[in-house]
């Protein structure tokens, strides 16, 4: 018998994966049925949403092609199952997590268990009787890393370990104490937008010109390329890659004493994996200047809307002044998906050396007569 997603996942170090969570020792072994409908994405960790948003109320989340009830039991572990009981069919991110931690169906009280989507108790039957092991929705593999929680979309297919430098937490030691705030305690902001952009253009377009992209050009750079970018790592068949680039910038930090906000060039690192479904962008670390760090999360919902998470940690000199341009830049939600819809338009005319990388263009064989 074929293993089922949940029992052939794996995950890196320290990360929490299903049913590994010290209250649930050699959780069961799953019962997923084979998914009826598919996800329409590469088989990759897909971001579900901020660790901090999933809560024990369950919410709908569209991944994909597919709708998902996401919600985190008692003992902590974010749960995915498809968004649909099997008996009336009603979304079960409209039910509740009962007192034994089971996804509860609202409307004849159907419980799951979020990790193997079992079906765990049907109310009117007698003590003692179990639902038959058929009656099972599909669960996904999820796990918490950095700012977001994934889930995997690769059904049977053997999960990578999910990436780790997402997190990365707060820009160096070095860079904090500059500043004078403590060590581990960065100033950070979060949020998210929604993208009316196929997923690939957007990923493409924080690649190339992440600044510009996310109106950040102070902390990253968004003016003209001044060097090609260097490519630092590359995994096989685009799995990851890692590029830095130099761009043109302000130096915002000189507009408090009411200095010409001088252009110069600053380097920055954007690292791009998972089928383009997480993105880090680092600024250079320099002694004038503070040290910014962006993990974002991509989620595609449908064929051509994005839902793009952000996690924003600022520290060292003018940190604060950033963090507020910041917020302004990010936080208004309907100039900054407009700002990103128009990177992505740019994006699908633009040649780079490092989009080419992601996307490899499929070998062509020529045959000799
Ligand atoms: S529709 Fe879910 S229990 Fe009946």
Redesign the pocket.
């Not at 009981?85 to 009603?90: A, F, I, S, Y």
């Not at 169906?105 to 159907?110: P, Q, V």
């Given at each position: 018998m074929p293993s089922s997603p949940a029992q052939t996942a794996q995950v890196a170090p320290g990360e929490k994966p299903h049913g590994e969570s010290p209250g649930t020792p050699g959780a069961p072994a799953a019962r997923t049925p084979p998914a009826r409908q598919s996800f329409a994405l590469a088989d990759a960790w897909w971001p579900l949403g901020h660790r901090a948003e999933i809560t024990t109320s369950p919410v709908p989340v569209l991944l994909g092609a597919r709708s998902l009830a996401v919600y985190r039991d008692h003992a902590g572990i974010v749960c995915a199952l498809a968004d649909r009981?099997?008996?009336?069919?009603?979304p079960?991110s409209l039910?509740r997590v009962n007192e034994q931690g089971l996804l509860q169906?609202?409307?004849?009280?159907?419980a799951f268990d979020g990790r193997s989507g079992q079906c765990a108790l049907?109310p009117n039957f007698r003590p003692g009787e179990k639902p038959s092991s058929r009656i099972a929705v599909a669960a996904f593999p999820v796990v918490e890393t950095g700012p977001f929680a994934l889930a995997w979309t690769g059904g049977t297919a053997t999960a990578p370990p999910a990436p780790g430098w997402l997190d990365g937490g707060a820009p160096s030691r070095a860079a904090a104490e500059r500043d004078g705030s403590p060590a581990g305690c960065p100033r950070t902001l979060a949020g998210t937008v929604e993208v009316r952009a196929p997923h690939r253009q957007v990923a493409d377009a924080l690649l190339v010109n992440p600044g510009a992209a996310l109106g950040l050009g102070w902390l990253f750079g968004s003016g003209d390329e001044i060097a090609a970018p260097w490519v630092l790592d590359q995994k096989p068949d685009g799995a990851a890659v890692s590029v830095r680039r130099e761009r043109l910038t302000f130096a915002v930090r000189r507009i408090a004493t009411y200095d010409r906000a001088l252009r110069g060039s600053r380097a920055s690192t954007v690292t791009i994996a998972s089928g383009g479904s997480l993105l880090l962008v680092e600024s250079d670390t320099t002694p004038a200047l503070h040290q910014a760090r962006v993990a974002l999360g991509l989620t595609p919902t449908g064929g051509y809307r994005t839902v793009v998470r952000w996690h924003l940690t600022v520290a060292g000199p003018g940190g604060v002044a950033a963090l507020v341009a910041a917020r302004v830049a990010l936080t208004r939600s309907t100039r900054a998906a407009r700002r990103l819809e128009q990177a992505a338009d740019r994006s699908a005319t633009v040649a780079d050396p490092a989009v080419d990388l992601i996307h490899p263009e499929p070998t062509t064989t020529t045959t000799s007569a």
């Open positions: 009981c099997p008996h009336r069919r009603l079960l039910g169906c609202g409307y004849h009280g159907w049907i």
